[in-house]
């Protein structure tokens, strides 16, 4: 077990430094930094100065094994924008962030594992063509339709919830509903699917046969091995909940680090979507970094494969 997460951590390892150079290449992607920064009415004096007191004029590497080494300090520089400096900024808005795709990801997963296995359970029955039902429409609507739709229920209708907000834990309730339903139609499939495949399997008639209850063999038997690929696939979710939540936070109004990286590249703000894309690709790898490693402990030949 302790050479599979060596191995794993460092695979993890070199794709953190991969994605850190990309990142950092954002910053020459669109021309001249120092033009970006001057702005239009600027002349070549004020763009060399500015050239001058980033560091732009210093060869490429060694721009980047500064930005490095800093970021891995915490630092990101300066917000171009703000005019703060972008951890601190970022500091702020991620708990935002972090709240609804942690209640986003349990929503879906609560939802979509009961659902999955259900439809597995009883195939062509009401519950299976209603879970694929669930299914389509939810990989058919938009997430800011669906948005709307509740706002204009829960909200503007019913008066039950906030409309937008981070007040309280009820501004969370329809964002979560809103992200985490986004994420369902995927992971509700393949329990579905994995389910239907392990019930079939010899190890199932058996644990049947020596007269274990349904629910054992259910949830003991077949969920542990149909809920492998799951894993993977929640960890790669919970990454696209936090990267992606943009538009929810857009729609909610919810000041988080989603809604910030659309600031920053409406402003042209570089250092702040340099560090915002490194973030969220950390999240990326340490939640597939971790799902590696619980899928190695529920499946040990995964030790060795």
């Known amino acids: 077990m302790l050479s599979f997460i060596a191995r794993r951590l460092g695979l993890a390892a070199l794709v953190a430094l991969t994605v850190s150079a990309l990142s950092f290449g954002l910053l020459f992607l669109s021309g001249d930094p120092a033009s970006a920064i001057a702005g239009e009415g600027a002349n070549d004096a004020d763009i060399a100065a500015i050239r001058s007191f980033y560091g732009f004029d210093r060869p490429v590497i060694v721009q980047y094994g500064d930005w490095l080494w800093s970021a891995l300090h915490g630092d990101f520089g300066q917000s171009y924008y703000f005019q703060l400096p972008v951890s601190s900024l970022i500091a702020d808005r991620l708990s935002v962030t972090m709240t609804l795709g942690v209640c986003g990801i349990v929503f879906a ?3 979509a594992i009961p659902l999955g296995v259900a439809a597995a359970v009883r195939p062509n029955s009401i519950v299976d063509r209603l879970a694929l039902f669930l299914s389509v429409v939810g990989q058919a609507m938009p997430s800011f339709w669906f948005g709307l739709l509740l706002i204009v229920l829960f909200a503007v209708k019913l008066g039950w919830l906030p409309p937008s907000g981070t ?16 994420a369902m139609p995927a992971i509700m499939r393949l329990t579905r699917a994995g389910m239907l495949e392990v019930l079939g399997a010899d190890y199932i008639r058996t644990a049947r046969a020596k007269g274990a209850g349904e629910w054992r063999v259910l949830f003991k038997h077949a969920l542990r091995n149909a809920v492998i690929p799951v894993v993977s696939l929640a960890a790669v979710q919970m990454g696209f909940m936090l990267g992606g939540s943009i538009v929810v936070e857009s729609v909610f109004a919810l000041h988080g680090a989603g809604f910030l990286a659309w600031e920053s590249i409406g402003r042209n703000d570089l250092p702040t979507v340099q560090a ?5 690709s950390m999240f990326y790898i340490v939640f597939t970094f971790l799902a590696d490693i619980l899928n190695a402990w529920l499946d040990p030949r995964m030790r060795t494969g």
Do not use: D, H, K, R
Not at 276 to 280: G, H, M, S, T, Y
């Open 167 to 182: 007040q309280s834990w009820t501004n969370f309730v329809m964002p979560t509903v809103v992200l985490g339903y986004y």
């Open 109 to 111: 997963l609560a939802v």
């Open 276 to 280: 915002l894309i490194l973030i969220f």
